[in-house]
């Protein structure tokens, strides 16, 4: 596996296993509970999280796929990837970002639906990302409504750095729940 798709997915695995943790931390009775009117539960946090992931494992093909057609050739580079200004820019919850439309939980899906769906679009980011092991991934780029223009490293980053942001989150409802601030 190239240096550069290692890190890139270890960095998506060590977020993803925080999201898991924090997950865990919610009793499982809480978690279809919003602490507020306006806010998301556990599960529709997952949810926004498999929606995200789903969509970025579509985009992240079809840019790879158009890379290749576009003669994009085998990674040479070496240097790190990851960003840590960008994460923690993702990862700060005081920077408010509403989520897009496409993004919105609808189905309201159940706790456990919600994890495995999340955990599916996972896998199919990591399948997509594997797929391209070895291709120069920062050669191609694709637009973020928030962020602008990230090359595929950067997008992959963001996809970790998004679920540590919405690990936060699940943290923060479930001390709300605890706190008496839901159901």
């Known amino acids: ?16 296993q925080e999201l898991r943790e924090a997950v ?3 009793p499982a009775k ?7 009117p306006e806010s998301w539960s556990v599960a529709g946090v997952l949810e926004h999280v498999a929606l995200v992931e789903t969509a970025a494992a579509g ?33 700060d919850r005081s920077y408010r970002i509403a989520a897009g439309e496409a993004s919105q ?5 159940d706790p456990t639906a919600a ?9 199919a980011v990591r399948s ?25 490293y950067e997008w992959i980053t963001f996809l970790g750095s998004h679920e540590s942001r919405h690990a936060a989150q699940i ?7 605890a706190g008496g601030g839901g159901g």
Not at 2 to 15: P, Q
Not at 62 to 86: C, D, F, H, L, Y
């Open 1 to 16: 596996m190239h240096i550069r798709i290692e890190e890139v997915l270890n960095h998506f695995a060590k977020y993803r």
């Open 59 to 91: 985009l992240l093909k079809a840019k790879i796929s158009e890379g290749r057609k576009a003669g994009v050739g085998p990674e040479t580079e070496t240097s790190a990837v990851v960003n840590p200004r960008q994460v923690a820019k993702v990862q």
């Open 171 to 177: 943290r923060e409802i479930g001390a709300a729940l």
């Open 105 to 109: 939980p609808k189905s309201n899906l």
């Open 30 to 36: 809480d978690q279809a509970v919003q602490p507020a």
């Open 128 to 152: 997509v990302v594997l797929d391209a092991d070895g291709l120069a991934l920062g050669e191609i780029s694709a637009p973020h409504r928030v962020f602008g223009s990230l090359n595929l």
């Open 115 to 123: 994890l495995e769906a999340s955990e599916r679009a996972y896998d």
């Open 24 to 26: 865990a931390g919610v």
